[in-house]
Structures are given as C-alpha cells and as structure tokens.
C-alpha cells in the first residue's frame, strides 16, 4: 500500500520557520526564475503591488487552482484582487522548499494562516505562463495506527 507522506512528515516542510530554505537549480536562469518568484510572493503578493504582480506574469498566463481557472492576465488580477479582498491578511510568510529545472519552478510558501501552497509555474523570459496553485490547510493529526 503506498502512503502518502504528510506534510509533518516532510523534512523541508516541517522545518522552522527561521531555518534556511532548501533550494535546488539546475542552471543560473532557473535559479533567476526562483528569485523572480520570491518578488512575486514577498513583494507584489504580500505589498498588494499589482503592477509587479501583473509584470512577474505574461498576458496570456493559464492559472489553475482553488478549484478555479484563469486565462490572462486581467482574469488573474481579478481573482487575486478578489481572494484578498476575501482574506485580507493572507500573506506568505518564506518559502521553506524552492526547486527549478529549466523553465519550471515548485515552490512551497508558509502562508500567515498556517496553511502550505505550492506553486508549479512554467517561465518564459522573466514572466510566468503557466500556474499551478496547491493547497494544504492543517488539520488534526492522524491517529499513530495510521502513521
């Protein structure tokens, strides 16, 4: 039977907060992708900054998850415009897990809530064209019989 790890139960995710983050590239532009994502996170997602958000993501970017998907930028925009009029306090707090191979980015955020999000993202001169959000909110721990 094949297990699904938790998150509790993976290194880089159950890490302090103030540990350094696990970070592996395999090239000089992927590793420039992975800090254009943290502008994206820590800078245009956390200060509200919408002009920076809008220029980390090409105009015709594909974003799917929260179960939603959107096609372009100003759909983008829109959804992010309306998540943080929803949860105003969401902010991503580090990013404990980032790894890039060519034009693909994972990188998983400790969110202000409590919750992880990853983020699949395929990079095209600078700018993200595709998006793949993930979600994990925490819950109660499994009984030890099921560990």
Not at 56 to 69: I, K, M, R, Y
């Amino acid at each position: 039977m094949h297990e699904t790890p938790s998150a509790a139960r993976i290194p880089a995710l159950s890490r302090p907060a103030d540990a350094p983050p696990v970070i592996v590239a395999d090239s000089d532009a992927a590793r420039r992708n992975l800090e254009l994502f943290d502008e994206l996170d820590f800078e245009a997602w956390n200060g509200r900054d919408w002009d920076r958000f809008h220029e980390l993501h090409a105009d015709h970017v594909h974003v799917s998850g929260f179960g939603q998907t959107t096609d372009g930028i100003d759909d983008h925009l829109a959804w992010a415009r309306g998540f943080v009029s929803q949860v105003p306090d969401a902010k991503v707090l580090a990013h404990p897990l980032q790894i890039a191979a060519g034009d693909w980015t994972v990188v998983v955020g400790s969110n202000s809530d409590g919750s992880k999000a990853a983020t699949i993202a395929r990079w095209e001169s600078g700018q993200i064209v595709e998006e793949y959000l993930f979600v994990l909110m925490p819950g109660p721990a499994a009984p030890e019989s099921q560990r």
